[in-house]
């Protein structure tokens, strides 16, 4: 059986183009996809998290949700957080649970995006989706992001090589601009490429529209440019047809932060007076768009959601995971498609490890280990449906391929377990 | 489900004659019937007012968009906060409120289905994710054709068949209802930065005009025997004088033949944005004369209000190049957002004052509107939610179009630019409880082609509004009561379920999500896809394969037959 026009579930570019070849219920060919997204699905079977687990030892899913229900509604302060790596259905059953218990919910954006979108709050956005850029950029900006590295097909699939409607030449016809502190992959393929300061990034934003709105800057540089190059990257994006900056968390999460995004919105809709330009964010795991979405149109609010007044309030800084956890406020969490164990800083971490936590996870990861309860879950994208958005805001429905191992379901099935009994707890 | 029975209410069902009269309704398995037996669920409606559930024919309630606005706009939901209940959801209300909310707020007012006014097809999922996340509420949505590549390019080629073939399977792709039409060729343009200049102006990679692209579209629309007219958001919003644009715009769907069983073949939006009068915003004055003057000539056109609130709201169109010259004009803050291949859109926050000049000659033009078009089926109350102001000042529009004095102690409060720029002061009319249940669900239900929705004869849906006000004894003095009234239905029922008691959510069911299903013979069809597939190829970052929208999305559809298209 093969399978085309499969939607990849690994990073925000959610490539729909890959053919995959199943036998005998396994998946034994992958074309047009990325090492990445290829290994992905090739070893989707590899180190699974076999059984559901409770305090370590092999558990019955009634059980282990039995459980987990449990600790869930005997905590003061649960969190729920993850969400980047599953579908939409999971993440909407999870902001459910989170106002059922008057927890909070937070998604992993407060770690990456996040300030992109504080930024978004106070000033707004100039964007489009990935086919403008195709059919119509010819100058292409890579900020505080390294594509060939992350992202690994978006300049062939989006940004960089492919012909668009009105750039036939394809490469040729375009432009490529990056800025980061350090000369990447993505910087070698560049026509130019701009070494930042560390923690300039700002300044080198607020230079840039100065220069644009026609103002003398007297200094002789800038974050480490030189000023007669400032100006004329200025001028060029003011040449451009139409332009675009993606950025990464070189920006995000560098010295500045949502200020960074604030000045780069700035220049950009300072640009949109003299010609086309918009930027986008090059979000990184395939669904943290979505999490972000259903978790805005259901609450209002993107990310660090508290429910504890019943009704949703947002504060990012109070609310976010990271923050909750290193101070010790949260007294259960509930992980859901992530790794927090691995990637949070070491007090929050060390936190997370003290406090009962619930998993749902494909895989044995840190965080598992050191669950109480750990149920396995299908890989959506895989062995279940379901919906990503893409990074520039495009939904796309994710396939099943395969069947999950015996007695493992979708994120949203257990979630909705976990959620009626939960339910049935209050009463 | 058990049956039910509303007794004893004044009732006001304009489709079938009746004004006010006292009788019972009787509702089984979901729709109006003859009579129930005994046993039937008793909904005492004694001394109130009954009219079929409220439809919205224009409101912005799901998808990119209006997320777009929840996002940004924190402080908004600051202002309303809304608490979980036993069986509802909770969430955030004022001008961008959540899905659950959204819901909850509708049927609180007795509405019982909303048009969602925009979808850009390559998000339609996310449309239609948001529209199963807005409980009890039957819904659609529409769909934007008027910028869109193919659209452009079959007009260009005069290539009519294709474009009638195009319009039916984007559809159906889309699940969409009608065909939405937002600023024709400018949103194209603004692309590049830019906008169009008219009717008349030039749409700059095409070589073609707004005109034409209207002309074909409406042609198509007919011939395809849609149930609702396209659906129009004219050229040049916003710029004072367009009323112009928009008289001339009316004009260009006269020569359209209209689909079998009705007259109109335009339905013009918002029209309070495009009824300027004046050279600048500084000198505005009301173009509504001018519109009304043309409009009750003209039967082939329908309107809608957009009726200006003076409340902090979230304006979002899918017209790009507007929103860019709102944010030149406020400062506020902008978001853009462009679609490749098919549409756009802006986000930016705004507030209408009552003492500026402007904005009160916006609000007198709304209302302006409503009273001097003679035929109430054919003007239709909305804010364009939440581009006016949100739908929960909807009742205080109401209290305006029925009480001359609600309208003089609001004029009062305003800047004297509504005394000399508008002639409301002059303008007596007052709506009748018939006039209302018209523009608000009759009319509107009609212009949609909702067979069974606006009416409450038998057959019909049974979705019903009950509003704790005795139109006998009614006057127009007494119209804070009307707003009470109107704000909180006493009952409102949904397919025959009680779902709002005393203005609170009683049940909160899924309602469904009606799309139109054209076809035209099979092989014009396969012409139409070979092109479609390799434009795809060569300009979308989808596969086709991956475009059109799966049943998963719709777990409770209405499909409604298109009546033509098939010879």
């Known amino acids: 059986m093969r399978y085309e026009d499969v939607v990849c579930p690994f990073c925000g570019c959610l490539c729909d183009d890959l053919e995959v070849s199943v036998e005998d219920g396994h998946i034994t060919e992958v074309k047009n996809a990325c090492g990445i997204s290829r290994s992905k699905f090739m070893n989707h079977g590899a180190n699974r998290l076999e059984h559901p687990m409770v305090d370590g030892k092999k558990a019955s899913l009634d059980s282990a949700v039995k459980e987990a229900v449990d600790l869930l509604s005997k905590a003061e302060r649960p969190l729920v957080y993850g969400l980047s790596s599953t579908e939409c259905g999971a993440i909407g059953k999870a902001v459910e649970i989170a106002e059922t218990m008057g927890g909070i919910i937070d998604n992993t954006s407060s770690v990456c995006h996040g300030p992109t979108i504080l930024a978004l709050q106070q000033v707004g956005e100039s964007k489009a989706s990935l086919g403008e850029i195709r059919n119509r950029a010819d100058l292409v900006i890579f900020w505080g992001s390294n594509p060939t590295e992350a992202h690994l097909r978006h300049i062939t699939r989006y940004s960089g090589m492919p012909k668009g409607m009105y750039v036939p030449e394809g490469r040729k016809g375009r432009k490529i601009i990056v800025v980061d502190v350090r000369e990447t992959g993505s910087g070698k393929l560049a026509d130019r490429f701009i070494k930042v300061r560390p923690g300039s990034d700002f300044e080198l934003l607020q230079a840039l529209r100065a220069c644009v709105r026609g103002r003398e800057l007297p200094a002789e540089e800038v974050a480490g440019v030189p000023m007669a190059e400032v100006k004329e990257l200025a001028d060029q994006m003011k040449e451009a047809r139409f332009g675009i900056v993606f950025f990464g968390l070189g920006l995000t999460q560098s010295e500045g932060r949502h200020m960074n995004i604030d000045a780069a919105v700035g220049l950009v809709a300072e640009l949109n007076r003299h010609t086309k330009f918009v930027l986008t964010p090059m979000r990184g795991h395939y669904n943290v768009a979505g999490a972000n979405t259903v978790t805005t149109w259901q609450t209002g609010y993107p990310y660090a959601v508290d429910f504890s007044r019943g009704y949703p309030r947002y504060n990012p800084g109070e609310f976010t995971s990271v923050d909750l956890l290193s101070r010790g406020e949260v007294d259960a969490t509930l992980v859901v498609a992530s790794d927090p164990a691995s990637n949070f800083p070491v007090d929050a971490a060390t936190n997370l490890a003290k406090m009962p936590v619930v998993t749902l996870e494909q895989k044995t990861t840190p965080t598992t280990m050191m669950s109480k309860v750990a149920i396995p879950v299908a890989t959506a994208g895989v062995e279940a449906e379901g919906t990503a958005y893409r990074m520039d805001g495009v939904p796309l429905r994710l396939k099943k391929l395969v069947e999950p191992p015996k007695g493992v379901h979708p994120d949203e099935e257990v979630l909705d377990m976990i959620l009626k009994g939960l339910k049935e707890a209050k009463r | ?567």
């Open chain 2, 1 to 567: 489900m058990k049956d039910a029975l509303i007794k004893g209410g004044f009732v006001f069902d304009p489709l079938n004659g009746v004004d006010g009269e006292k009788m019972d309704i009787s509702l089984s398995n979901g729709r109006v019937v003859e009579k129930v037996g005994r046993g039937a669920e008793v909904v005492d409606a004694t001394g109130m007012t009954v009219m079929p559930g409220g439809v919205d024919l224009h409101s912005h309630i799901a998808g990119s968009k209006i997320n777009i606005g929840r996002l940004m706009r924190p402080e908004d939901h600051r202002k309303d906060q809304v608490p979980k209940g036993p069986i509802t959801r909770g969430g955030v209300g004022y001008s961008c409120p959540s899905t659950f909310v959204t819901g909850y707020r509708y049927a609180q007012m007795g509405y019982t289905s909303v048009m969602e006014a925009a979808m850009p097809p390559l998000s339609a999922r996310h449309v239609h994710e948001e529209l199963n996340d807005t409980p009890i509420i039957d819904k659609a949505a529409f769909t934007l054709f008027g910028n869109n590549y193919f659209t452009l390019k079959y007009v260009r080629d005069g290539d009519h068949d294709r474009l009638k073939a195009f319009v039916a399977w984007l559809l159906r792709a889309s699940r969409g209802y009608a065909v939405k039409i937002v600023n024709p060729g400018g949103v194209e343009n603004w692309k590049w930065g830019r906008n169009v200049n008219g009717l008349d102006g030039n749409v700059d990679d095409y070589g073609i005009t707004p005109r034409q692209i209207i002309t074909s579209l409406a042609r198509v629309n007919e011939e395809l025997g849609l149930p609702h007219t396209i659906h129009l958001h004219c050229n040049n919003l916003g710029m004072p004088g367009n009323y112009k644009t928009t008289i001339d715009t009316m004009e260009v769907a006269k020569a359209v033949k209209p689909a079998d069983g009705r007259k109109t073949t335009i339905h013009v939006v918002h029209v309070q944005f495009n009824a300027l009068a004046g050279s600048n915003w500084g000198n505005v004055k009301s173009g509504a004369p001018m519109i009304a003057e043309y409009v009750n000539a003209n039967p082939h056109v329908t309107l809608d209000l957009g009726q200006a609130i003076f409340t902090d709201t979230t304006t979002m169109t899918g017209d790009g190049p507007w929103q860019f010259n709102l944010w030149n004009m406020t400062g506020n803050k902008w978001v853009n957002s462009d679609v490749e291949m098919e549409a756009g859109a802006g986000v930016v926050p705004y507030t209408f004052k009552a003492n500026n000049p402007a904005n009160s000659v916006q609000w007198g033009i709304g209302v302006e509107l409503a009273l001097q078009v003679k035929d109430p089926w054919r003007v239709y109350m909305t804010t364009d939610h939440p581009n006016g102001g949100p739908f929960t000042f909807y009742p205080q529009v109401m209290a305006w179009l029925m009480s001359r004095k609600a309208r003089t102690d609001a004029m009062n409060d305003m800047n004297k630019a509504i005394m000399k720029r508008t002639d409301l002061a002059n303008n007596y009319r007052e709506y009748t409880f018939s006039d209302l249940a018209v523009t608000t669900r009759a009319g509107t239900a009609r212009a949609l082609g909702l067979k069974d929705k606006g009416h409450l004869g038998v057959g019909a849906d049974a979705d019903v509004a009950v509003y704790r006000v005795n139109p006998e004894t009614w006057r127009p003095s007494q119209y804070k009561e009307l707003e009470k009234a109107f704000g909180r239905a006493a009952y409102t029922v949904k397919g025959g379920q009680v779902v709002v008691k005393d203005g609170e959510v009683v049940a909160a069911p899924m309602g469904a999500t009606h799309w139109v299903d054209a076809r035209v013979p099979e092989g014009l069809e396969k012409e139409l896809m070979k092109d479609v597939e390799e434009e795809f190829k060569k300009y979308y970052t989808v596969s086709l394969r991956n475009y059109p929208v799966e049943d998963a999305y719709l777990p409770v559809q209405l499909v409604h037959r298109a009546t033509g298209g098939e010879a």
